[in-house]
């Protein structure tokens, strides 16, 4: 008759302790922990140098704008003009922007336009805050600026 075998007992280990598990955990939260805050960082960097592209491009819609007209829109119309023309607007010949509507920030709030006195104009933003001054992600970023 043949001897049947024993089972032998498990002396492999199947799966994880609960401390080794701990001890992943922790140590993916001290990662995330440091990468986080740089992660966010540039992403705050990145809406304001979106924010100093998007003034650039009004700025040279306005300038198209100028060349047609022979003047800047005034306060009233705002950049509203880049996409249809002011009441007795002659030689206007836009739309000057290729989107449907002026652009808002980067933070969701539209863009200041103001008219100066030697016939130039500022488009500013407040930044995050929507505010006036700030630093950071807060600073308020102007056509002005450079």
């Given at each position: 008759?043949?001897n049947?075998?024993?089972?032998?007992?498990?002396?492999?280990?199947?799966?994880y302790?609960?401390t080794?598990?701990?001890?992943?955990?922790?140590?993916?939260?001290?990662?995330?922990?440091?990468?986080a805050p740089?992660?966010?960082?540039q992403?705050?960097?990145?809406?304001?140098k979106?924010?100093?592209?998007?003034?650039?491009?009004?700025?040279?819609?306005?300038?198209y704008?100028?060349l047609?007209?022979?003047?800047?829109?005034?306060?009233?119309?705002?950049?509203?003009?880049?996409?249809?023309a002011?009441?007795?607007?002659?030689?206007?010949?836009?739309?000057?922007?290729?989107?449907r509507?002026v652009?808002?920030?980067?933070?969701?709030?539209?863009?200041?336009?103001q008219?100066?006195?030697?016939?130039?104009?500022?488009?500013?933003?407040?930044?995050?805050?929507?505010?006036?001054g700030g630093?950071?992600?807060?600073?308020?970023?102007?056509?002005?600026?450079?």
């Open positions: 008759m043949s049947p075998e024993k089972p032998k007992p498990n002396t492999s280990r199947d799966g302790t609960l080794e598990l701990l001890v992943v955990l922790v140590i993916l939260g001290l990662l995330v922990g440091l990468i740089r992660f966010l960082s992403i705050g960097k990145a809406k304001s979106t924010a100093r592209v998007q003034i650039t491009n009004l700025s040279t819609a306005l300038e704008f100028q047609d007209t022979g003047r800047y829109p005034a306060n009233s119309s705002g950049l509203s003009a880049l996409l249809s002011p009441p007795n607007m002659v030689n206007w010949d836009g739309p000057y922007l290729k989107t509507r652009p808002d920030d980067p933070w969701g709030n539209p863009y200041h336009y008219i100066g006195a030697n016939n130039s104009f500022i488009i500013s933003t407040l930044g995050a805050d929507n505010r006036e630093d950071g992600e807060d600073s308020d970023i102007s056509s002005a600026d450079g």
